[in-house]
């Protein structure tokens, strides 16, 4: 559990929990998921107190459950956000056993940037001007923002009014834009990735023998294109609620016009992610469908080679057949020059039929 009070140009972090809130500025408590289940209660009577308000029970079976997708809700009170992150080798839940940090092999073979692939959720509870998230066993986004917070304090006073955040919502839109920045710099190692196989695929001396991996890597864009698809529609939906937002002591009109901003700003990056993972989808496809055509051709180009040469020496096949009956009365055997004549012949029509075949295109292609 960490708690910081933020106001202005100043911030501060205890290790108890709030009991009133200042005229100004707001709270941030964070805790890992396990934390929370641990806590609940005592946190939904700070919430009592300093809100007069708590969080539904539905609501913190989803703060507690690591399965959940991206998704938002809200109420009267307080606004529900659920992102998912990049989160390798995570477990499945952070409650099998308490107060450690599990990991697990993704099931995914091939290249490690497959194994990247994995997610776990980050809730988020915005109140007026409280805010609360629960993240996964050793969460580092968390380190890192909470770092990023406290060196802003020791700037000058103009200095860090910009750099911290001026309300809850503002905290949680910072934070999920870091966690959408990992899905950004993702794209570049599954595009080097998938280039490789591509060229792989593409290039007639290879033998490519990775389709188990490639079989996995489209199922991994697959997974990733939903889990971009829920938080396209997450956000989509927390912009529909900031609009419906009145400004009031805490959220003026310019602030809900820069939370405005960052939103559309946020979607925009989800959408380059999904357009990007779309489009990595199209063309492991269409590598897919180039090598199997690439095959199919040359597999073509061998049978037509292949029925040429028996074209050209089916017909010294019938010649040496013809040359090979016995007869007694055959003219054409007891002459001197009749080997020779008869290899010429052979000779000139194998050779006449090669520049047939080759004029037509049935030789080299």
């Known amino acids: 559990m960490r708690i910081f009070s933020i106001h202005a140009d100043q911030i ?5 929990m709030p ?17 929370f289940e641990l806590m609940q209660a005592e946190v939904q009577q700070v919430l009592q107190k300093i809100c007069g308000s708590q969080v539904f029970d539905l609501h913190l079976q989803d703060l507690l459950n690591n399965q959940l997708p991206s998704h938002y809700d809200f109420t009267a009170d307080y606004d529900l956000l659920v992102f998912r992150r990049l989160a ?19 099931s995914h073979a091939g290249p490690n940037i497959l194994r990247k692939i994995d997610t776990s959720p980050i809730a988020f509870v915005v109140f007026d001007r409280v805010v609360i998230s629960v993240h996964p066993v050793d969460c580092v986004i968390r380190q890192i923002f909470a770092s990023k917070l406290l060196s802003s304090a020791q700037l000058t006073s103009t200095q860090a009014m910009h750099r911290l955040p001026s309300n809850p919502a503002d905290l949680m839109l910072r934070m ?3 966690m959408v920045d990992g899905y950004l710099n993702l794209r570049r190692e599954l595009t080097r990735q998938l280039d490789h196989w591509q060229s792989e695929l593409i290039n007639p001396n290879a033998r490519f023998n990775n389709w188990s991996a490639l079989l996995n890597a489209r199922l991994t864009l697959h997974y990733l294109d939903e889990v971009c698809e829920d938080q ?8 529909e609620a900031l609009n419906a937002w009145n400004s009031d002591s805490i959220y003026t009109q310019d602030s809900l016009e820069l939370l405005k901003v960052r939103s ?12 990007h993972v779309a489009r990595l989808e199209q063309s492991a496809e269409t590598a897919v469908q180039m090598h199997f055509n690439a095959q199919s051709n040359r597999t073509n180009e061998i049978m037509r080679t292949l029925t040429v040469l028996t074209a050209i020496f089916l017909p010294l096949n019938l010649i040496t057949g013809f040359f090979g009956m016995n007869f007694e009365n055959f ?3 007891h002459l001197d020059q009749g080997l020779l004549l008869t290899e010429i012949f052979m000779g000139l029509v194998a050779i006449g039929l090669a520049l047939i075949f080759w004029r037509k295109r049935y030789l080299g292609g």
């Open 232 to 239: 396209r529609a997450a956000i989509t939906d927390w912009i």
């Open 12 to 16: 501060y972090e205890t290790d108890v």
């Open 19 to 35: 009991q009133t809130l200042s005229e100004q500025g707001f709270v941030w408590m964070t805790f890992s998921r396990r934390e």
């Open 264 to 275: 559309r700003d946020l979607l925009e990056h989800i959408e380059r992610v999904v357009h």
């Open 88 to 106: 390798q080798g995570r477990t499945e839940t952070d409650l099998s056993k308490p107060g450690e940090i599990l990991h697990r092999e993704n």
């Open 331 to 333: 003219p054409a055997l």
């Open 176 to 178: 999920v834009s870091s």
